[in-house]
Structure formats: C-alpha cells, structure tokens
C-alpha cells in the first residue's frame, strides 16, 4: 500500500464501531500469526529437495506465504512442507494457537473451538500433527545417557479389529503386573537434556525392540546408564555399547540412591506425557 492511501487508511480508522474494530483486530492478529507460523516453517527446513535429496536449489516464487523452490537436479518444485504431514493444510494463521489447545491437553471439540474450525478439521489436524512430531527426532544421544521403560495400559481406540472386550476409558488390565496388555515406552535422555521416547510394543521390554529402537537413537560412544533389566545388558553387549547398571540385586544404599537420582531424571518427561495424555503411569522398580 502507497504511504499516502495508508495515512488516508489510518485517518479513517478513528470512524469504524466497535464490531467493525474488532473485526480488523482478528484480522490484523491473524495475518500476525499466519506470518509467525510460516516464519517459524522456513527456520526448520533442512533446505535440501524433498523429491531426490539435492541441495542445489533455486528459490521460485512464493505461494500462501511459504518460500517455493525449484530443485536443480531433478527440475522439481518443493517448499518447506512438501512431503510432510502438514502439506496441503489451510489456516496457518490458526495453528499455533490450535498447538498450543493441543499441549493444554483440550479435547478434539474444545481445541476447535478455540482455533475457529470445524470439528472434522480439528481432528485431522490433530493427527497430522502428532505424526509430525513422531518423526521430529534430535541427533544421536551422546556421553552419559540414561534410559528406562515404562508402561501404560494399551488402548485399541478407533480400532476396527480389536482382539479384545472393550472397555471404559481408563480401565484396569485383567492380569496383576505388566502383561502384554500394556504398551511398554521407552525414555532415554543424555546429561545435555535431549531425550528420545519410542512405543517398543507390547510388554515386556526384549532386547530385539531396544536394537530397533533405540540404537539409531544413540551414539556408539556413550556410556549407558540403566537399571538391571537383562534387555539392556544384552543390548549393550550385541552393540558393543559401554553398560552400566545401577542397583543391581543385593548391593548397599549407594546404589539405591543413583537408582532414585535416575528415576528422578527420566520420570519428568515420563509424567509430563502421562498428564497431557490423561492415563496413569508406572515406572517400574
């Protein structure tokens, strides 16, 4: 807009009721977060060709505020969202404050009414985002890391073939202690304060689903720090990892204390992503 037509814009707005200012408010606040949001995509991108894995790109235009690139290589357009989850999802202006319902733990209606979309929209967006996230690892764990398993009762929710009876939400298994109608989740999480959670499976924990796991997730260097589970000393021992276990059977107090110190560590992420999930968990002695 020219200066002279925008002074001319400014000088108006002392005319406008109410309605009218509130609704140049939302606008104006929606085009602030839509710009936000793109922003905070550009920053993210590795910058390399979704398509063939080439770096040599050259910019082509924008589209619906996001940068477009033209791929050297293979002659192919992309931009920062290509070939992830979030491709091809509209209002970006209301996602950051739809993520933000999604971390107060806000039910799938309640999170769209407060982002201003549809309940089916809501839904959908809650999916792409969580896959999103699924795949959003930081690099390899590195130095001292520590790990440990937890277990949260499985859910087959919008299952179309359950093998099991149906039952509340929030209902107790039908065996005492873990079984395999637990899910086992694995925490791991080095002295820097990156950490790293995978659903191994079905309880209980076996070094085959740590081999899968949680070796791409670690340097090969590191020294791991667990409990006397056998999984992970025969995980160590197959990957040729450094292995140490706290509170083995029958040591003194010393030992039970760096066990409780570790425990400490790893149950805050364990606990945050039980609260935002509404389930009960257990961090296994």
Request: charge should be positive; hydrophobic fraction near 35%; proline fraction near 3%.
């Amino acid at each position: 807009m020219e200066s002279r037509k925008f002074r001319q814009f400014i000088e108006q707005a002392a005319t406008l009721t109410l309605r009218q200012r509130t609704d140049l408010a939302a606008c104006l606040n929606s085009t602030s977060l839509r710009e936000q949001t793109c922003a905070l995509i550009e920053t993210t991108w590795r910058q390399a060709c979704p398509h063939c894995g080439s770096r040599r790109l050259q910019r082509h235009g924008q589209a619906h505020g996001l940068q477009r690139h033209r791929c050297v290589a293979c002659a192919r357009s992309c931009n920062a969202l290509t070939g992830t989850p979030l491709a091809r999802l509209r209002h970006r202006g209301k996602w950051l404050t739809y993520l933000d319902s999604m971390l107060h733990s806000n039910t799938v209606r309640r999170a769209a009414a407060l982002a201003g979309v549809h309940k089916n929209t809501s839904f959908r967006w809650r999916h792409r985002f969580l896959m999103q996230a699924r795949h959003d690892r930081v690099g390899p764990l590195s130095g001292i890391t520590e790990a440990d398993e937890t277990y949260l009762l499985e859910s087959q929710k919008e299952s179309r073939n359950m093998d099991r009876q149906p039952r509340r939400r929030g209902g107790s298994a039908r065996r005492r202690g873990i079984s395999r109608e637990h899910d086992c989740i694995l925490v791991a999480r080095d002295r820097s304060g990156r950490t790293v959670d995978f659903v191994t499976g079905r309880a209980p924990l076996r070094h085959a689903q740590l081999q899968r796991c949680l070796r791409p997730a670690v340097d090969s260097a590191i020294l791991l720090v667990t409990d006397g589970h056998a999984a992970y000393r025969v995980f160590a021992r197959v990957s040729g990892i450094a292995h140490h276990a706290l509170n083995p059977v029958g040591r003194g107090a010393g030992g039970r204390r760096a066990a409780r110190a570790k425990r400490q560590r790893l149950s805050q992420p364990v606990q945050a992503m039980a609260a935002w999930s509404g389930n009960a968990w257990t961090m296994p002695e």
